[in-house]
């Protein structure tokens, strides 16, 4: 049984996985989106989601343990400057782990992790955008509508 086995080791000691984890996140927060297998994506997420949670007070103590972390001056400045104040008002949930195929050459199932906030195909889809776009059902009910439009604006001025 696996009872309090939560933690998925990747066939690594620990010194190892620490390192790997810490080198991963570091690259995600410096180009906000990695492609690796889909057991690192996921290990990844638990690792890096607390550290985006303590970025969001900016204090020295905060610094310092998320330096702990990733042991990287660039990922450290990079994720209180820039990524922090996109996610301030977000719960949690800052990153995206999708599903993108098998690798050629061992068949292992890749995804693609991101974070959530810098993601700009998917905020120009996002349901705001899409609420204020008009549906169109045709063109012969859209050229009929089209005269009784102003009337209607007339009515409301007066």
């Keep these: 049984m696996r009872h309090n086995k939560a933690i998925n080791h990747l066939g690594r000691q620990s010194g190892h996985r620490k390192a790997m984890l810490a080198n991963m996140a570091s690259s995600l927060i410096l180009h906000k989106r990695i492609t690796t297998t889909v057991a690192k994506a996921k290990a990844l997420k638990s690792y890096v989601e607390p550290l985006i949670t303590k970025s969001k007070e900016d204090t020295t103590h905060n610094r310092r343990v998320v330096f702990s972390y990733l042991k990287d001056k660039e990922a450290v400045s990079e994720l209180f400057r820039t990524v922090a104040p996109k996610v301030a008002d977000?719960?949690?949930?800052?990153?995206?782990?999708?599903?993108?195929?098998?690798?050629q050459g061992d068949a292992a199932e890749m995804a693609l992790i991101e974070l959530v906030d810098f993601n700009e195909a998917a905020l120009a889809a996002s349901p705001k955008a899409a609420a204020k776009k008009s549906t169109r059902r045709s063109r012969a009910k859209k050229a009929e509508a089209a005269p009784?439009?102003?009337?209607?604006?007339?009515?409301k001025a007066e």
Excluded: D, S
Aim: no cysteine; hydrophobic share 25%; glycine share 14%.
């Design 148 to 155: 009784e439009a102003p009337k209607a604006e007339e009515q």
């Design 90 to 103: 977000r719960p949690g949930g800052y990153t995206r782990v999708l599903h993108i195929g098998f690798r």
